[in-house]
């Protein structure tokens, strides 16, 4: 039984164990024990004492680490259900919570069961399906029509943009552009996402116009690079005290690319895009697609100018992410 720290409402909960992922487990000195050294893996600890939700959330949260700088000592040890506790680890992504439970507690209130299994009945992307579809014109071009699709066991709902006259004879201009509600919607300087998002539709407008083709943004719901918003500004906050943007996800024991292409990939299936002319500077994406079964037939660089806010973001995406950027 695991009582997620983060969300937990069972104030006298109490546990001898806790399970938290390798990178959390890295920060607070156990990499070095043979249970905690194997990276991304979900790591078992017990300290001295019995640990509490007092005592939990600083262990937890990283950004607590200046305020909180005595932890443990504490000790890693075997985990003999490795299956439930990656479970685990990818549930707390999913929810958008920091990896980390008290393992087996008293006090903690009623149990709810789930099973490996139904984590990957959500992460399925076969039960994607187009529930709507409407025009939309926007400021990039008035012939664009909106693509709703929903998951059957998924609640958030992804969009695609369809600009110019869809025609499955040719290859589209595609976007895969994840939710950033810092930077889609409120301007922020700390990514080009927004400017990104504004550029690739008119870069697919210039294209219906011009040639008669016709482009594809896909709208994820996979905010962060599938961490959460609450996650991501935790790791603007770690940015913050002077991590990039790799180890700041990595401290808060979260991926940092965790986002899911094979969604991305039904959803151009649905459209009937098998082939496609993909704006991306991150190779990496282009490959996820192919191993989904979409057929990439040109990458299109997709960059723009960087700026003060900015500029150390772009360097790490280039640097340690192995982004084409100059």
Not at 8 to 24: E, G, K, P, Q, V
Request: glycine fraction near 8%; include cysteine; proline fraction near 5%.
């Amino acid at each position: 039984m695991l009582l997620p720290v983060e969300t937990a409402i069972a104030s006298a909960a109490t546990s001898d164990s806790m399970l938290i992922s390798a990178a959390r487990a890295a920060t607070l000195k156990l990499a070095n024990q043979r249970e905690a050294a194997v990276p991304h893996a979900p790591v078992l600890i017990r300290g001295g004492e019995p640990f509490d939700l007092l005592s939990a959330v600083p262990i937890a949260d990283p950004a607590l680490d200046l305020r909180n700088p005595f932890k443990g000592p504490f000790r890693a040890a075997a985990i003999e259900w490795a299956e439930a506790a990656d479970a685990a680890m990818e549930l707390a992504r999913i929810a958008g919570i920091l990896p980390a439970f008290m393992v087996n507690p008293d006090n903690a209130g009623e149990a709810h069961s789930i099973t490996a299994n139904d984590i990957g009945a959500y992460t399925q992307s076969g039960s994607l399906r187009i529930i709507t579809r409407a025009k939309l014109p926007v400021t990039a071009s008035e012939n664009a029509e909106i693509v709703a699709f929903r998951s059957s066991a998924d609640t958030r709902e992804h969009v695609a943009l369809i600009i110019g006259n869809q025609n499955g004879d040719r290859a589209p201009l595609v976007r895969l552009h994840s939710e950033c509600l810092t930077g889609d919607i409120l301007g922020s300087l700390k990514c080009d996402c927004g400017p990104q998002l504004d550029a690739a539709l008119h870069a697919m407008a210039d294209h219906a116009a011009q040639t008669g083709g016709w482009g594809a943004l896909l709208y994820m719901r996979q905010e962060g690079r599938g961490i959460g918003l609450v996650n991501k500004l935790r790791a603007y906050s770690l940015q913050d005290a002077g991590f990039d943007t790799v180890d700041a996800n990595q401290r808060l024991g979260l991926p940092d690319e965790a986002r899911d292409f094979a969604t991305a990939a039904r959803m151009l299936d649905l459209l009937g895009a098998r082939k496609i002319r993909l704006m991306t500077n991150n190779p990496a994406k282009v490959d996820a697609l192919a191993s989904a079964g979409i057929e990439v037939a040109e990458r299109v660089q997709h960059q723009l100018p960087d700026n003060p806010h900015n500029a150390r973001y772009l360097a790490t995406k280039r640097d340690r992410s192995g982004h084409l950027l100059k």
